[in-house]
């Protein structure tokens, strides 16, 4: 960790570039304005007294997602499914009110998830469904695609299966499973959870291993472009495909952790290097992303 942070995020990330990535509803503007596909945003709460509105945000929507604009890890998140009997029904069955939505707004909004602890808002958005691919492998919520991407090149990638202990989420710290991608094809090879390699999903007893992604190298193409839309250069990029939209960009981070070694079963400091001591890295999407399947194919 010490040294990603001395040699790829202290040289690579501008500092001035962070809240970009660091406030969801900036990232989410960002990438609309360059045609990048997100969740639909149904509306923001910033202020306590603007929580009054939230039965009028939400009076469309059958289910929703509500997050804070600065949290991290997956904290924080509250992922409603449906309505039964006026309540609101949460990714692990159980039922709230509205109030009791609106508490959890007001304590996102105190900064109880947010880094640093500072005052935060409330996002209110579009609940991604989860491609019928992934029924076998996740367990209540939605499975995300992290990819490393350096110097806009995309170097690891990793699916995030969420399970039982993690409740839903797709955090490996939480107990989610992390699947390494062969990113030359988009194919899932390996898998671990808590740090133990494993082959079956604990929950569904799926198989991990062969699972081939759709629309890869879609996938790659939008997370070198989140490069290009932040202007950071050692970045993690979080991807979800859903069923009817496709690959949806969920967010950025500045700071990605290192777990996607273990999902790989390899250590992404030789591949960081090799594109470290390039002269040029390719312009045009396509070329970084011909790039990085043909490093990752004569480095398997």
């Known amino acids: 960790m010490n040294e990603r942070n001395a040699d790829f995020i202290l040289p690579y990330n501008l500092r001035r570039n962070f809240p970009l990535v660091d406030d969801k509803s900036k990232t989410k503007t960002l990438a609309l ?16 007294h603007q929580i ?24 924080g998140i509250l992922i409603i499914v449906g309505r039964q009997n006026g309540r609101h029904r949460k990714a692990n069955g159980v039922l709230a009110s509205d109030d009791e939505v ?29 491609d019928p691919l992934f029924e ?12 490393i991407v350096f110097r806009g090149v995309p170097v690891l990638a990793m699916m995030r299966l969420p399970t039982r202990l993690s409740d839903g989420k797709a955090n490996l710290h939480q107990g989610a499973i992390g699947v390494g991608i062969n990113l030359a094809n988009g194919r899932t090879f390996s898998g671990v959870w ?12 799926g198989k991990l ?14 997370t070198a472009r989140c490069h290009d839309l932040v202007r ?26 290192l777990s996607i070694q273990l999902a790989n079963k390899i250590g992404v400091l030789p591949r960081l290097r090799q594109i470290e001591r390039m002269p040029e890295i390719p312009v045009s999407i396509e070329d970084r992303v011909k790039l990085a399947q043909d490093l990752a194919a004569s480095n398997p």
Request: aromatic share 8%.
């Open 52 to 75: 009054e509105k939230l039965r009028e945000i939400i009076a469309p929507y059958e289910d929703f997602v509500v997050k804070p604009a600065h949290g991290s890890g997956g904290e």
């Open 102 to 130: 609106g508490h959890h707004i007001s304590n996102i909004l105190s900064g109880m998830y947010s880094l640093g602890g500072l005052p935060d808002s409330a996002l209110i958005e579009y609940r991604v469904k989860f």
């Open 232 to 257: 950071l250069g050692f970045i993690g990029v979080d991807i979800v495909l859903d069923k009817d939209f496709g690959p949806l960009m969920l967010e950025i981070n500045a700071r990605p952790g």
């Open 209 to 222: 291993a062969g699972l081939a992604i759709p629309y890869w190298s879609e996938i790659l193409a939008l």
């Open 33 to 48: 304005g360059a045609g990048i596909a997100v969740p639909k945003l149904y509306g923001i709460i910033e202020i306590e």
């Open 194 to 205: 808590r740090d133990t390699p494993i082959d079956q999903h604990p929950d569904t007893g």
């Open 136 to 147: 076998q492998i996740s367990y209540q919520g939605v499975p995300d695609i992290r990819t």
